[in-house]
């Protein structure tokens, strides 16, 4: 039996650090090639449709900048909190949970007109996000329950409270018994920003806040204790940034953002709220933070990329074929070589010799 | 027979460094060797390379006649090749023996490890209880594994890099037992250390670096330590300047009933501690290390915060539940121990370190934002005044050599002037003229009126620096005395006596 084994390399060079998202994406496309022809599709159209298609027609470009808003705008929150070790796996439940509230708003004012409106449902949106991410911060540090479990576990009760509200208090009246909210009225819904387009306000939205982001990460405090307290736990306790207020503050920067997200989208592209309304963007915004390499300016760029995967995914649906899965397939499989790029640029891989295995404890 | 290493031309390059310039020379068979050189001379560099952890960009390595390539450190055990680092890679939970076997390039059943591992304690005095967990050992114990460890694959060279600078005297005496009985069976050592008193108990023959270079080869026997320290520096060695009989002022520093609970997992913790510093004094806390110095440090510079405010105070301000920075504003700054991780963190510059602990006592930040020319102007001002070799404030920390890093961090809170300094180990790995002037800025800082402790199981250091002097025993703390009346012997004793009592198992 063989065994190996992972030693860490004495200096990761900075190339191979910013090599690897750019090669996790070519990786993807290749191994994504593989696969679908293996399971019987034409593996080369339904990678050019994936990733090429949404680039080279211009009728997608529209998609392309609403499905990344909402990615850059969670995958910025996460990307703060992620360079502080808190990892909050739950931006889609605050995300949910944002739109929520917003909705709330929506409803409450309805009918009624006024530019105060909108402004209201973000701020409702950002403070539910960050009142739903304060719960795993609290158990995590009060009764250092981990983050991740509890996080990830909300976002399924979050998914409860929409269908509840839908089917009960909240539904249309008009709706013919479909479980959904009313329309929203037009005060409520976010202006369209380029006439005869879906772009909506979000868009430049998003990357003013990932722009925002990068400048509060590299030139103030805050940023500086994210960054220490990611890179030097014990340091930062040096420098005197308390881990519990890091925790609290991680968690609700990247709950805000996440439900500010949910408020720009269900104001935006759905102006009302429907069961389909969680579509994995607080999931896939993970994968965004990452290939990002958790720097707010990177988020942009792999917003994009992502958003590509779900337009492109949804182009191949139609053109070949392909099941809706493919998507999530394609996006895993990116995050998967990325993550192991990754290790290989710390690490190296060993092989113990043979005889290694023979006794061990 | 032909010499058991030789070097012939090794070069190595990093960014702006120079850290080895053609350095030849040649280790004999059952020769103790030892290598001098100021911080950032390049020793640690050098003898990287011969145990694999890096290549020479140039030069040819000679291993008993024969030219080599170590690629990696395990080519370089197969060779025959031990190194002991000076920071130990253990598993505090673990056992000893679950440690050995960890480190192991190819896995043994446990049971026939453990008979060889008592019969290398037997052959070379060792002792060691393979099934006690790493956690409950003292720093000395834990060498003796890594010790073990490379003694288990019966090296033909030895390397190690400062093994004595957090040993107690006896330790260090145990240690050089071992050295030179393996010396005397054909192990060649290579000995890297800032204490020249030792290099001359115990090494044949010395190769001294300055600048990546190799100055000057010498028999240690036949010289002093300053000579030794001079031909490194390449100048005269200064001596402390200290006015002698000097007024202390009123008292500054009152530490009274500081009592830490139990802290860390395995951290002895700090138990009804009370002592007074007065302006101008310089008080040492002398003590085996994991006596409960590092609970003393963390409950002096906030990092652990207690329950009474009084238990601490500063010109009679009570500080015992403020953080880090809020007693920094109020005058006390703190080195701790470990540089890397701690005091530093590696893969941020020297100039984001620098807003790590000064950021407040000089004006870094404004509304939240961080002023990144203030910081780098300050810690160019601390490469300056304390000779640091670093490219400049934009170096990583990381990048630095040991005692170079040392050196910033100490000039870091030095030039802050902080009104209290508490600082552990302060001359760590610090060369002779670096550690002189390490200590000359601690007494000038003293002069100007400031109240300092020093926390050090370097017991020549504590002699020549502080007034007063108090022994940590056990997280408890003797009653302060003037450090005139204490004899060289007494101290020892006390350490050792302290020693004496761990080792009960
Ligand atoms: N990874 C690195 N990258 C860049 N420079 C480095 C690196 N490692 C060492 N250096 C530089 O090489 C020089 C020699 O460093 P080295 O660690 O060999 O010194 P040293 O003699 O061991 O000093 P000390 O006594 O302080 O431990 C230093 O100037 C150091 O800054
Ligand atoms: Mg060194």
């Known amino acids: 039996m063989m065994r190996y084994r992972l030693e860490k390399r004495p200096e990761p060079s900075k190339l191979m650090l910013y ?3 750019v090669a996790a ?23 050019q449709e994936i990733f090429l298609t949404p680039l080279t027609n211009p009728y997608k470009w529209q998609d392309l900048g609403i499905k990344a808003a909402p990615l850059i705008i969670i995958g910025t929150g996460l990307s703060v909190a992620y360079r502080a070790n808190v990892w909050n796996i739950g931006a889609e439940g605050q995300y949910i949970i944002g739109a929520l509230a917003a909705t709330g708003v929506a409803l409450m004012t309805w009918g009624m007109s006024g530019w105060w409106i909108l402004p209201l449902m973000a701020i409702a949106g950002m403070a539910a ?31 409860q409270l929409i269908y509840y509200l839908i089917r009960g208090p909240w539904k249309d009246p008009m709706g013919i018994g479909f479980p959904q909210s009313r329309l929203f009225s037009e005060a409520a819904r976010l202006p369209n920003i380029i006439p005869g387009t879906i772009v909506h ?14 400048f509060v990460m590299s030139k103030t405090v805050f940023g500086y204790r994210m960054r220490v307290v990611g890179a030097a736990p014990h340091a930062a306790r040096y420098g005197g940034f308390s881990e519990t207020k890091t925790i609290w503050l991680a968690m609700l920067v990247s709950g805000g953002l996440a439900g500010l997200a949910g408020m720009l989208e269900v104001a935006g592209p759905f102006q009302r709220m429907v069961p389909g309304f969680p579509t994995n963007y607080g999931f896939t915004a993970i994968i965004v933070a990452f290939l990002g390499r958790l720097n707010p300016l990177g988020v942009i760029v792999a917003g994009v990329v992502l958003a590509i995967t779900f337009v492109g995914g949804q182009v191949a649906q139609t053109t070949i074929g392909l099941p809706d899965e493919a998507t999530g397939i394609f996006q895993a499989m990116m995050l998967f070589l990325l993550l192991a790029g990754d290790i290989l640029v710390r690490y190296r891989i060993r092989r113990v010799s043979p005889e290694a295995s023979v006794g061990a404890a | 027979m032909p010499n058991r290493l030789e070097l012939t031309g090794i070069t190595k390059q990093f960014p702006g460094v120079l850290a080895n310039d053609h350095v030849s020379f040649a280790v004999k068979p059952g020769e103790i060797h030892a290598l001098l050189g100021e911080n950032g001379a390049g020793k640690s560099t050098l003898v990287k390379m011969i145990y694999g952890i890096m290549q020479p960009d140039a030069g040819e390595i000679r291993w008993n006649g024969e030219p080599v390539v170590v690629a990696n450190p395990k080519a370089a055990r197969k060779l025959g090749i031990g190194m002991v680092f000076q920071h130990f890679s253990l598993f505090e939970a673990l056992t000893v023996l679950e440690n050995i076997a960890l480190g192991m390039d190819a896995k043994i059943p446990s049971r026939e490890l453990e008979s060889r591992i008592r019969e ?103 010289e002093t330590s300053r000579s030794m320290a001079e031909k490194m520096i390449g100048t ?55 006596n409960g110095q590092n609970a003393l440090l963390d409950a002096l510079s906030g990092e652990l915060i207690g329950d009474d405010r009084e238990a601490i105070t500063i010109d009679g301000h009570g500080i015992g539940l403020m953080n880090t920075t809020e007693r920094r504003r109020q005058g006390l700054c703190a080195v701790p121990e470990e540089r890397n991780g701690h005091a530093a963190v590696g893969d941020f510059t020297l100039s984001d370190n620098s807003v790590l602990t000064a950021r407040d006592r000089l004006g870094m930040v404004m509304m939240g934002l961080i002023n990144s020319g203030a910081a780098k102007t300050y810690t160019g001002k601390v490469i300056a005044d304390f000779a640091v070799k670093a490219l400049g404030p934009a170096s990583t920390a990381g990048s630095l050599s040991g005692g170079n890093l040392q050196k910033y961090i100490m000039g870091r809170e030095i030039l802050q002037k902080p009104s209290v300094l508490v ?37 020549d250091e504590l002699r020549a620096l502080c007034d007063t002097l108090a022994v940590i025993n056990m997280g408890r703390l003797s009653a302060a005395r003037p450090v005139k009346d204490f004899s060289v012997e007494e101290i020892g004793l006390l350490m050792g006596g302290v020693h004496g009592s761990m080792e009960t198992a």
């Open chain 2, 423 to 459: 600082v552990s180990q302060p001359t760590w790995g610090v060369d002779a003229g670096a550690a002189a002037a390490i200590h000359q800025a601690l007494v000038d800082l003293a002069a100007a009126g400031s109240a300092i402790v020093v926390i050090s199981q370097d017991l």
């Open chain 1, 201 to 214: 306000l979000g868009v430049p939205i998003a990357v003013i806040v990932a722009l925002i982001a990068w």
């Open chain 1, 129 to 159: 996000g960050m009142a739903y991410a304060s719960v795993p911060a609290f158990l995590k540090t009060r009764l250092n329950v981990n983050e991740i479990l509890t996080s990830l576990m909300l976002t399924y009760a979050s998914v």
């Open chain 2, 120 to 222: 290398v304690m037997e052959t070379y005095g060792l002792a060691l209880d393979p099934h006690r967990t790493v956690a409950t050992l003292s720093v000395g114990e834990r060498q003796r594994i890594e010790i073990v460890r490379a003694l288990l694959l019966n090296p033909q060279l030895l390397i190690m890099d400062e093994p004595t600078s957090v040993l107690t005297p006896q330790e260090v005496e145990q240690l050089f037992t071992v050295l030179r009985k393996l010396a005397a069976e054909g192990c060649s050592i290579l000995y890297i250390s800032h204490k020249l008193h030792e290099i001359k108990a115990l090494c044949d023959t010395a190769t001294i670096l300055r600048g990546g270079k190799l100055v000057d080869t010498c028999d240690p026997k036949e």
């Open chain 1, 25 to 47: 994406v070519v990786l993807t496309m290749i191994l994504g090639c593989l696969l679908f022809s293996a399971i019987g599709y034409n593996g080369l159209r339904a990678v």
């Open chain 2, 236 to 290: 005269g060695l200064k001596d402390i300047v200290k006015a002698e009989g000097r007024a202390f002022g009123q008292p500054k520093l009152v530490v009274n009933r500081l009592s830490t609970g139990k802290t860390g997992h395995f951290d002895v913790p700090v138990d009804n501690v009370s002592f007074t510093v007065r302006a101008g004094e310089i008080l040492g806390v002398a003590g085996v290390a994991g």
């Open chain 1, 19 to 21: 090599g690897t998202p």
